[in-house]
């Protein structure tokens, strides 16, 4: 085998790889549930990585202080909604839903974050993007029914699946902002301070509402959370960004909710069901359909 096959099999196992433990988190947001509040893992899971991250970040931090100070309000904004919202919410749906559910709403950050990008930055889908998103939509209506969209009508079975659909828009809000505003920061002190402020965030809630002990149910799933999907994961991430473009790698997105069905029927003897391989297919479709020609056209001020 040649360098550059090898090179090109790493590059595209860097994607894989965080996708996996992102989806193997979803699995592990829903198996936690029944062994602490989502206000006590979210918080042990970002003070970890803040902790962790200090010793390795906080003199860079120091040394960029007069770029950190002029970016600081744009920072505090990305971690309120990508960090607090979106996995603040993730939590409190996995009580109401299951992780295979989690994980093909998950899929849909791409179809939401084109509706936010005309709503904020006046970017205009194209119609692949348009006729994609309807048949999303579609099969995640599809999904969330169970197979049967008379049941839509009763939305007590869904609630878990509502918040997590509110979670997913809050994190295209995140992505849209990070492309808006092209924060002349490196990732790693970008990614710091923003779970600082996810850490500060969270303390209001820990005041009023207290936080959950961690013990032998809980504590490999708080450890894993705060160190995997927050800091390798990113990082993984930003590695295949790197090699790989930005386009060709969040295509490996689409590789979430099947691994989180696999994870979730395996590990938490969840059922796949029909209504789940018939959705899933038509999201993924209407998922690859949108990422078609992506390019935007701009709005032209009136």
Known sequence: MTFEKK?????????????????????????????????????????????????????????????????????AVLSAFGMVLYQGLAYTAAHYTTATNMGIINAFIPIFTIFVSLMILKEFPTRFAVVGSILSFIGLIYVIGQGRLDTLMHLGGHWGDMIM????????????????????????????????????????????????????????????AGIFPSIIAPLVWMLAVQHLGPNRTSIFMNLMPIFTAIIAYVWLKEAWTIYHSLGGIVILIGIALAQKKTSFIKAKSV
Do not use: C
């Open 7 to 75: 090179h090109l099999l790493w590059a595209l196992s860097l994607p894989v790889i965080a996708v996996l433990i992102w989806s193997l988190n979803i699995a592990i947001t829903r198996y936690v549930a029944e062994y602490i509040s989502p206000v006590s893992i979210s918080f042990y899971r970002w003070i970890i990585a803040f902790l962790i991250l200090t010793p390795f970040i906080l003199p860079k931090v120091i040394k960029q202080r007069t770029l950190v100070r002029q970016n600081i309000v744009k920072l």
């Open 165 to 224: 659909i509110v979670a997913v828009f809050f994190y295209a809000f995140y992505g849209v902002f990070l492309k808006k505003w092209q924060l002349e920061l490196p990732l790693m002190i970008s990614l710091y301070i923003q779970i600082g402020f996810a850490v500060l965030y969270h303390l209001p809630f820990v005041a009023v509402l207290g936080l959950d002990a961690i013990d032998l149910n809980n504590g490999l799933s708080v450890l894993y």
